[in-house]
Nanobody, 115 residues
Framework: QVQLVESGGGLVQPGGSLRLSCAAS????????MAWFRQAPGKQRELVAL???????NYAHSVKGRFTISGDNAKNTVSLQMNSLKPEDTAAYYC?????????WGQGTQVTVSS
């Protein structure tokens, strides 16, 4: 069974940066897209950023210009560079890889933005 392993979360001050990484434990074929979601306490999980197999990207309005998603289909890795972090970015962040065979999710990594 494929597992996605995330890393890079933590505590950071407002205005700071973090880089999240996600890697698959086994090869995933026929990837459609890779994405990062987040879920804050009491809120629904929301899409933060997505990158297609062709390299096109989409971002939530709230993170556009601050976050950058990158991915490597061959290595089955996806990263999220987060700059100019704000307290409202505090959430558990989840990576997801979507292939023609199904969706794979990470276990989540906590990002806390606080002074």
């Amino acid at each position: 069974q494929v597992q996605l392993v995330e890393s890079g979360g933590g505590l950071v001050q407002p205005g700071g940066s973090l880089r999240l990484s996600c890697a698959a434990s086994r090869k995933i074929s026929s990837i459609t897209n890779m994405a990062w979601f987040r879920q804050a306490p009491g809120k629904q999980r929301e899409l933060v950023a997505l990158i297609t197999s062709g390299g096109s990207t989409n971002y939530a309005h709230s993170v556009k210009g601050r976050f950058t998603i990158s991915g490597d289909n061959a290595k089955n890795t996806v990263s999220l560079q987060m700059n100019s972090l704000k307290p409202e970015d505090t959430a558990a962040y989840y990576c997801r890889i979507l292939s023609v065979f199904g969706a794979y999710w990470g276990q989540g990594t906590q990002v806390t933005v606080s002074s």
